[in-house]
C-alpha cells in the first residue's frame, strides 16, 4: 500500500481544490486524521478504515460513479456537487492510470520482471488476475497499436498544447492572481491571452505552429481562438474551463465592450465640462461678461458701451463711449488709476446712482450727463 496510498492522498488534495467550499472543508479536514491513523500501524480508527475503502475505491474501480454511494452516504453530495466530485475523480483516476502504465511498460523484459510489477502492486488490491489482466493489457502488443496511433495523432496537431495536464480554467486563474500581484486589472485575461499563454514554453518562446495574428477581436466567433480551432462545438467555450456557455460570454463581451465605450465617453464628456467650467470661471471673474482677452485688449478711443451698476447686480445704468483707459490719466482734475476707465455718459437710464469718485459738483449720474465721469472697468461691458 505504500506507494498507491500516496495516490490516494493526491486524490483527496485535488479534490479539495475543485470541490466547493462547503465540501472542500470537509474531505480537507479530514486528510491530517487519515495520514495519522495510516502511519499508525497498530491503529483501528475508524479514520483508518475510512481511508483504506476511499483508496479501495480509487484504485480499484474501473468507473467514477462507484464512488458516488460512498461520498454521498458521507458528506450528502448533490446536483452540481455530484458533477464536480465525479468529474474531477474521473480526471483523477485517469492521470493515476496514465502514470501506472508509465511504470509498468518502463519495467524492461528479463528474470527480475514479474517481481518487479510486483511491486508496483498496492497491497490493498486483493484480486491478483485482475491485477495481472491489467498488467498483460499495457503490454501487450493491442495496447502498443493504441499507443502508436495516439502518439501519431499527436505529432499531426498544428497547435501543439505545452501546459501539460493543466487546463485552461486553472492557467486562466494564475493569469489573473499574476495580473492582481502586479495591480492590474484581472479582468483583462481573456480567451486569447490564455489561450496564447497555453501555447508558450516554459521560457517565453511560443510552440511550434503556424503564425497567425494575435490581434484581440471582440467576439469569440472571430478571435485568434476561433482562427485557428474553427467553429465551436455547440455548449462549449474552449480555454474558459467547465460550465462556460458561448452565449453567456459573447453577452459578457459585449457588455465590457458597451462599459469601455461609456466609459470613453464619460471621460470626453468630463474633460468638455471642465473646459466649459474653466472658460466660465474666466468670465464670472468679471461680472460684465467681457472676457479676460477682451479686458486686456484695450478698447478704442471712442468705442461704445454701457455701464453697470457697481453693486454687481448686472443692471445697466448708462450708454457711454470709451474716452481714456489710461491709468496715469485724470478725470476733473482726479487720477482714476488702474482699476477704472474715463468714459463719457451719454445716455442715463439710471439717474439716482452715486458716483464711485464724485466732486462736489457731480455727485451722481444725473449731475454727470454730458460729461466725463470714472468708472470701474469691471463693470464696463459691450
Not at 474501473?62 to 466530485?85: E, Q, T
Not at 463581451?253 to 470626453?268: F, P, R
Not at 454701457?306 to 470709451?322: C, D, F, S, T
Request: charged share 25%; with cysteine; proline share 5%.
Amino acid at each position: 500500500m505504500l506507494m498507491l496510498l500516496v495516490g490516494a492522498f493526491s486524490v483527496l488534495r485535488k479534490l479539495v481544490v475543485v470541490l466547493p467550499d462547503c465540501l472542500a472543508d470537509h474531505i480537507g479536514s479530514l486528510i491530517p486524521g487519515i495520514e495519522k491513523a495510516l502511519n499508525d500501524k497498530s491503529s483501528t480508527s475508524n479514520l483508518k478504515i475510512e481511508a483504506l475503502v476511499f483508496t479501495r475505491l480509487v484504485l480499484s474501480s474501473h468507473s467514477p460513479h462507484v464512488f458516488y454511494p460512498y461520498i454521498k452516504n458521507r458528506f450528502g453530495l448533490d446536483g452540481i456537487a455530484k458533477d464536480h466530485v465525479l468529474a474531477s475523480m474521473s480526471t483523477c483516476w485517469r492521470q493515476y492510470k496514465s502514470r501506472i502504465t508509465k511504470h509498468i511498460r518502463n519495467v524492461p523484459p528479463g528474470p527480475e520482471a514479474s517481481r518487479k510489477l510486483q511491486l508496483l502492486k498496492s497491497d490493498n488490491i486483493s484480486d491478483i488476475a485482475e491485477w495481472n489482466k491489467f498488467v498483460k493489457f499495457r503490454q501487450s502488443q493491442e495496447f502498443d497499436e493504441i499507443s502508436r496511433r495516439y502518439t501519431e495523432l499527436a505529432k499531426k496537431n498544428e497547435t501543439p498544447h505545452t501546459t501539460s495536464r493543466k487546463g485552461f480554467a486553472r492557467l486562466r486563474e494564475e493569469l489573473r492572481a499574476t495580473k492582481i500581484a502586479k495591480n492590474e486589472d484581472p479582468d483583462e485575461v481573456d480567451r486569447v491571452e490564455t489561450w496564447i499563454a497555453g501555447y508558450k514554453h516554459k521560457d517565453g518562446t511560443p510552440a511550434e505552429m503556424e503564425a497567425i495574428p494575435l490581434d484581440k477581436t471582440k467576439s469569440i466567433k472571430d478571435d485568434v481562438v476561433a482562427q485557428v480551432l474553427g467553429k465551436e462545438h455547440r455548449g462549449q467555450v474552449q480555454g474558459l474551463g467547465l460550465g462556460v456557455m458561448p452565449t453567456k460570454v459573447h453577452v459578457a463581451v459585449i457588455g465590457k465592450t458597451i462599459t469601455m465605450q461609456l466609459q470613453a465617453k464619460m471621460k470626453d464628456l468630463r474633460q468638455l465640462i471642465n473646459d466649459k467650467a474653466a472658460a466660465e470661471e474666466k468670465v464670472h471673474q468679471s461680472p460684465l461678461g467681457v472676457s479676460t482677452s477682451e479686458k486686456d485688449a484695450s478698447p478704442q478711443k471712442g468705442t461704445k458701451c454701457k455701464l453697470l451698476h457697481w453693486i454687481g447686480n448686472g443692471q445697466i445704468v448708462v450708454e457711454a463711449e470709451i474716452d481714456c483707459t489710461d491709468p496715469q490719466a485724470s478725470v476733473h482734475h482726479k487720477l482714476f488709476g488702474p482699476d477704472y476707465w474715463r468714459v463719457c455718459v451719454k445716455k442715463i437710464m439710471v439717474s439716482d446712482v452715486p458716483l464711485i469718485l464724485h466732486t462736489s459738483e457731480l455727485q451722481t449720474l444725473e449731475d454727470a450727463r454730458g460729461t466725463f465721469i470714472a468708472w470701474p472697468s469691471k463693470y464696463i461691458t459691450y
